[in-house]
Every structure is written in structure tokens, then in C-alpha cells.
T-cell receptor, first 113, second 114 residues
Framework: AQSVAQPEDQVKVAEGNPLTVKCTYS??????LFWYVQYPNRGLQFLLK??????LVKGSYGFEAEFNKSQTSFHLKKPSALVSDSALYFC???????????FGAGTRLTVKP | GAGVSQTPSNKVTEKGKYVELRCDPI?????LYWYRQSLGQGPEFLIY????????DSGLPNDRFFAVRPEGSVSTLKIQRTERGDSAVYLC????????????FGPGTRLTVL
């Protein structure tokens, strides 16, 4: 079975500061990992994914994430937060060979001016 | 290009009624997924189509839920005898064939069962 945990319901940072949104996962095989962002009354927007290769993945809007196999983590990071980054962020995992994707409960990011 | 579209954007119905939710995937995407997102939670997988066939319907909660994709493009999620607990946002996503590919989501249909 595959599962994802986002241990923080909320993350608050000041504009210009670095941000981290945490994600840990559990799969029986090789993980495919994804980050999505959701703005109010809008669908999920893809940010980045890890399938294989370099552990550091760069995505849209200056976001990046690091795959850490030993810690089973895939934390989302950005060096300098913007107020417009304020949104709901979801981590998701798919076990290799599975069709369904499991999402975490989401982390609400608030960037203060 | 056009993204995934879903209609209606909002649907209010009464307990016991039948509803249909429509999804129009990105052109050329052969894989289509339905998810349900309840308030304060992440999306929950319902069903996956590869082409016209339901390749995995393990996420459908019970036999009141059914989905079709007769021509391998547009899909309809059908809910019979709706219950208040069915109230949620129903999300559709599509991707190219490979399961490593990114799923692109539509804006969702907010279903409210009174």
C-alpha cells in the first residue's frame, strides 16, 4: 500500500524568506512523487515530479524538491517566498506499476508581506 | 492548448436524486482519472480509464457510483441515489499513457447534496 504524510497543516513564512513544505511517503516499490498547488476555487496545478535520476528536482515558479530515499521524504522548497505563493500544497505518491495516486491532506502555505 | 474541462462547475441536488458529472480531457491523453476531494482533505482516487475501458475502479466507494468513457475521450461520472455524504469536489485528470506521466487536473465540479 502507498501513503503520504504532510505533517504540517499550516506553514507561515515572511516574504523573501526560504520556505519548506514537508512530505514523507510509504510505498512497497519504487516511488513516483509529485507536488501540486491548489489556489482557491481552482483545480490542482502541477509543480514538479520525481521519477528517477537526480535527487534534486526543479519545477515551476522557482520551486524545487529533494528526494531522500533513506528518510522517505520529498520536501518542497523555495529559496525566496512570494506573497503569491500562498496556497494549498499537496504531495502525492504513486507506487511503480500502480494506477492510482495517493495524496497527502495538504499544507496551507501563508506568505506574509 | 486547452486543459481539462469539467461541467458543471457546481451542482446542487436533493438526496436520492441521480447526477452526472462530465470531464473533457486534454486532447490526445489516453489516460483519464476521477478523484473526490472532501473539505480539508487531499484528493481521493476513484477510477482510472485507459482508453475506453476502466482499468482500475478500486476507488469507487460503492455501486451507486459508475463512470463511462465510451469513445475514449469524454468521461461521465454517474452517481445514483445521492446521499449527503457524497457532497465533495469531484476532480478529473488526464495524462498520456505512461504511468510516470504527469496528471493534469480540471477545475472540478462541486457537488452539494441537500
Amino acid at each position: 500500500a502507498q501513503s503520504v504524510a504532510q505533517p504540517e497543516d499550516q506553514v507561515k513564512v515572511a516574504e523573501g524568506n526560504p520556505l519548506t513544505v514537508k512530505c514523507t511517503y510509504s510505498v512497497s516499490g519504487n516511488p513516483y512523487l509529485f507536488w501540486y498547488v491548489q489556489y482557491p476555487n481552482r483545480g490542482l496545478q502541477f509543480l514538479l515530479k520525481y521519477i528517477t535520476g537526480d535527487n534534486l528536482v526543479k519545477g515551476s515558479y522557482g520551486f524545487e524538491a529533494e528526494f531522500n530515499k533513506s528518510q522517505t521524504s520529498f520536501h518542497l522548497k523555495k529559496p525566496s517566498a512570494l506573497v503569491s505563493d500562498s496556497a494549498l500544497y499537496f504531495c502525492a505518491v504513486r507506487d511503480q506499476g500502480n494506477n492510482d495516486m495517493r495524496f497527502g491532506a495538504g499544507t496551507r502555505l501563508t506568505v506574509k508581506p | 492548448g486547452a486543459g481539462v474541462s469539467q461541467t458543471p462547475s457546481n451542482k446542487v441536488t436533493e438526496k436520492g436524486k441521480y447526477v452526472e458529472l462530465r470531464c473533457d480531457p486534454i486532447s490526445g491523453h489516453t489516460a483519464l482519472y476521477w478523484y473526490r476531494q472532501s473539505l480539508g482533505q487531499g484528493p481521493e482516487f476513484l477510477i482510472y480509464f485507459q482508453g475506453t475501458g476502466a482499468a482500475d475502479d478500486s476507488g469507487l466507494p460503492n455501486d451507486r457510483f459508475f463512470a463511462v468513457r465510451p469513445e475514449g475521450s469524454v468521461s461521465t461520472l454517474k452517481i445514483q441515489r445521492t446521499e449527503r455524504g457524497d457532497s465533495a469536489v469531484y476532480l478529473c485528470a488526464s495524462s498520456t499513457r505512461a504511468n510516470t506521466d504527469t496528471q493534469y487536473f480540471g477545475p472540478g465540479t462541486r457537488l452539494t447534496v441537500l
